[in-house]
């Protein structure tokens, strides 16, 4: 029972460390560059991956896992982590997080469209509930309005269609990992290709050297562990740890997330962008349990194994 626990509680410290991981790297990028920033970050996390998760020989994965996975696994990361960067102020990194956070809704939604199993008919309120709360946090205090979304997101396309693209990659991702991982996980391999195409991109661009000071190597280290660790406590928790109730946890994400990133950042979140934020967890819970399998593992269960 103690074992159980510990399992569980593992779980439970990667959500939490997943959750401050929006906040954390527009700390660096802000210091380092969006691209160089980011690139140091899957740097460093790859080494604590090497240490603490290991490297399966590449020989133990399927050719398909790793070229279909590894490619959209590196578009994500590369999508989520310039969104962050290149978001025109600390407020609105925070609702690139936001946006980050339908990709629960949507991986249930492609996982209903592929299987074509009957599906309560409230899953599309619910879907369509994630999309509004993501509308109202991007809209402002304003109020969920067409014309002042627009203006929002006019102001910096790039971020938002970034931030947009890497919810739907990564939707794809679970459900086409699940079938073709069987049962493995190349997340180190990936993290080491995502810093690899990162590192190419910055040698292309043109952003100014880094400069580097200890606050910069306290705060690339932080996020470092944040997501090398957060991986490292996940694999533990799902070897052991109850997985009904990680699952229901890691939904609740969006939430955590935001409080964090406002507490790294030093900003203060409008009553109108937590409303949008409880919209978006409200409507993955919603989701999750309208698509659970009671009896056995449930889709959400398996979708939690990949990420939180």
């Known amino acids: ?22 906040g954390l790297i527009r700390n660096v990028t802000e210091q380092l560059g969006p691209i160089g920033g980011a690139a140091m970050i899957y740097t460093v996390s790859s080494v604590l991956l090497i240490v603490f998760v290991g490297a399966p020989k590449l020989k133990s994965f399927s050719a398909k896992y790793l070229i279909l996975g590894g490619s959209l696994f590196v ?6 982590s310039l969104a962050l960067g290149m978001a025109n102020d600390r407020i609105q990194a925070v609702e690139m997080g936001v946006i980050n956070y339908l990709w629960p809704c949507l991986t249930v939604l492609l996982a209903v469209l592929v ?6 008919k409230l899953l599309y309120p619910a879907l369509a509930l994630s999309f ?13 309005s067409v014309a002042q979304l627009m203006a929002n997101v006019q102001t910096n396309p790039i971020s938002y269609t ?18 073709l991982a069987d049962g493995k996980n190349a997340i180190t391999w990936f993290f080491i290709a995502t810093a690899m ?8 661009s043109s952003e100014p050297p880094m400069v580097w000071s200890v606050g910069v190597g306290i705060d690339l280290l932080l ?7 957060g991986y490292a406590l996940w694999n533990i928790g799902i070897i052991g740890g109850n997985m ?19 507490m790294i950042l030093d900003i203060e979140l409008t009553t109108s962008f937590w409303q949008g934020v409880i919209m978006v967890t409200v409507a993955s819970l919603l989701c999750w349990w309208l698509t659970r399998d009671k009896p056995q593992s449930s889709p959400d269960t398996e979708l939690a194994e990949e990420r939180v």
């Open 1 to 22: 029972m103690i074992s159980h626990h510990k399992y569980t509680l593992a779980g439970c410290m990667a959500i939490l460390l997943w959750s401050t991981i929006v």
């Open 223 to 229: 996020v470092a562990i944040a997501m090398g660790g």
């Open 244 to 262: 009904i109730f990680l699952a229901t946890m890691s939904y609740f994400t969006p939430v955590f997330s935001t409080f964090l990133s406002a």
């Open 162 to 179: 970034l931030a947009l693209t890497g919810a739907f990659l990564w939707a794809v991702y679970c459900n086409i990992t699940r079938r």
């Open 197 to 204: 195409v990162l590192w190419v991109k910055y040698c292309f």
């Open 115 to 120: 299987s074509n199993k009957p599906v309560n």
């Open 75 to 80: 578009s994500y990361e590369i999508c989520l």
């Open 132 to 144: 509004v709360g993501v509308a109202w946090t991007v809209s402002g205090d304003q109020g969920l």
